[in-house]
């Protein structure tokens, strides 16, 4: 068990009782338990494709009538039976039902200019996303023949990012289970190696008062306690 609390983090699960958006999605408290973080990445939705199913800086350009993707295509080798990707501009309403003047309408709400940006901003689960599952095996290795990825992420949000970019307060809001922590956070932890593979994970019960927070350095291997209660993360480690 590591001992040393060596950094504290601002974050936000889903609420302590049910309920549903005003998108229809289910909000509900956060699973607790014990996990361990499998990897960090751009995340891709198949749930939500009008806004991520499009990955956080893939490229854009607007011919004034039209957005376009830069996507990536199948395309059959010569000679061969299989497939290899090539990317190409593709128009947006072939991947998502979002217009053109709702994306720029979006874009002002989040920056505050009227215009379609050059990159895709708008994915929910933000520039980076870091995932866990239940280590079944107990080897801290994700076995995906046997284990799942939980369906928790943790994650920075849209508006996060843009009122980090715009040097903004950011307020973490209700998640749907998932956890939300600030863009420049989630980065502090993947390069602090907070979030590296194999790191434990565990999500506290809503009730659980946060522990007094006395920070010491500290060494890996790092734990990433989340306190939904108390809308933190402490990261503890092993004493120097």
């Not at 920056?111 to 520039?127: L, Q």
Request: with cysteine; aromatic share 10%.
């Amino acid at each position: 068990m590591a001992d040393v609390i060596v950094d504290v983090f601002d974050a936000r699960g889903g609420p302590p009782t049910e309920s549903v958006d005003a998108d229809k999605f289910k909000q509900g408290p956060t699973d607790e338990g014990d996990y361990v973080i499998a990897w960090c990445g751009v995340h891709k939705s198949d749930e939500r494709p009008d806004w991520s199913g499009i990955p956080w800086g893939t490229p854009l350009k607007d011919d004034g009538t039209q957005v376009w993707v830069w996507w990536p295509q199948k395309v059959a080798r010569k000679g061969t039976r299989g497939a290899a990707i090539r990317h190409s501009w593709v128009p947006l309403s072939k991947l998502s039902r979002v217009s053109r003047a709702r994306l720029q309408k979006t874009h002002f709400d989040l920056y505050g200019t009227w215009k379609i940006p050059s990159t895709w901003v708008f994915n929910d689960f933000g520039h980076t996303t870091c995932y866990m599952f239940k280590d079944l095996n107990d080897n801290k290795k994700f076995d995906p023949k046997t284990e799942r990825i939980h369906d928790e992420l943790f994650h920075p949000t849209p508006d996060g990012e843009a009122n980090s970019a715009r040097g903004l307060k950011i307020v973490l809001g209700d998640s749907h289970g998932c956890i939300h922590v600030k863009p420049d956070d989630i980065d502090t932890m993947q390069k602090r190696g907070y979030m590296k593979k194999g790191n434990l994970v565990h999500v506290h019960k809503y009730s659980e008062r946060l522990p007094t927070v006395l920070k010491k350095n500290g060494k890996a291997p790092f734990e990433i306690h989340f306190y939904p209660g108390a809308y933190k993360i402490l990261v503890k480690g092993r004493s120097q």
